[in-house]
């Protein structure tokens, strides 16, 4: 019963491309959703984040997009660069009562290859 | 200067026996968690506590058992090891404050293996 999906276990693009990172989810009263990644051997970095009363997010070369009718997330990196090979989870949250309970994807590797 | 820190890093054990992982966060937190990243790689809450007090307690076995000294700190101690409990386990904390309960701070994790 995984309510935060993430489908691609893997992406490979090529150093100053577009990554794309795709998350989906079933439960509507999710409210937050948040990007985190990792490097091998450390623990999870937060990415970005996004609330579901906007659409869009922007930090530096990172974008995520929430479309809640198709309940999907996904994460842009332009231009993609050697750094950002890792694997990257979607999360998703109901703020209520600020738990900080997070429903995590399994997670997609993304190699971006120079 | 580590910000959140766990030992052992690597922990190997028979089946039956009882072992504990230790965490600690120098960030000023209030707020700590556990999570087992299993086989299939999702990471699962397991328990969270907010100044000592429990406030997540996921299904989780008994044999499981987190204790909080301070809010600097969250141990994770587990009886009669199973080899379903083979994972890796990470730690974390977080300020509890909206959205910043969220944005949470990960320790390396420690790879636990039950032969």
């Known amino acids: 019963d995984q309510q935060v999906k993430q489908n691609s276990p893997s992406l490979s693009v090529q150093e100053g491309r577009i990554s794309i990172l795709n998350c989906d989810y079933t439960?509507?009263?999710?409210?937050?959703f948040l990007w985190y990644k990792k490097y091998p051997a450390e623990g999870p970095t937060f990415l970005i984040s996004?609330?579901?009363?906007?659409d869009k997010n922007e930090d530096g070369r990172f974008t995520v997009f929430l479309n809640k009718s198709a309940k999907h997330l996904s994460l842009h990196i332009v231009p993609s660069q050697p750094g950002d090979s890792a694997v990257y989870f979607c999360?998703?949250?109901?703020?209520?009562?600020?738990?900080?309970?997070?429903?995590f994807g399994q997670g997609t590797t993304l190699q971006v290859k120079p | 200067d580590t910000a959140v820190s766990q030992t052992p890093k690597y922990l190997v054990t028979q089946m039956g026996n009882d072992k504990s992982i230790k965490c600690e966060q120098n960030?000023?937190?209030?707020?700590m968690y556990w999570y087992k990243q299993d086989s299939k790689k999702f990471l699962k809450i397991m328990f969270s506590?907010?100044?000592?007090?429990?406030?997540i307690n996921e299904t989780v076995p008994n044999r499981f058992s987190p204790k909080s000294p301070d809010k600097a700190h969250l141990n994770l101690h587990i009886n009669s090891l199973e080899l379903g409990d083979s994972a890796v386990y990470f730690c974390?904390?977080?300020?509890?404050?909206?959205?910043?309960?969220?944005?949470?701070?990960f320790g390396p994790g420690t790879r636990l293996t039950v032969t």
């Open positions: 996004i609330s579901s009363i906007k």
């Open positions: 506590y907010n100044n000592k007090e429990l406030i």
């Open positions: 974390a904390s977080s300020l509890r404050e909206r959205e910043r309960s969220y944005e949470q701070y």
């Open positions: 960030l000023g937190h209030d707020t």
């Open positions: 439960n509507s009263m999710f409210d937050y």
């Open positions: 999360a998703a949250t109901r703020r209520s009562g600020n738990t900080g309970k997070l429903i």
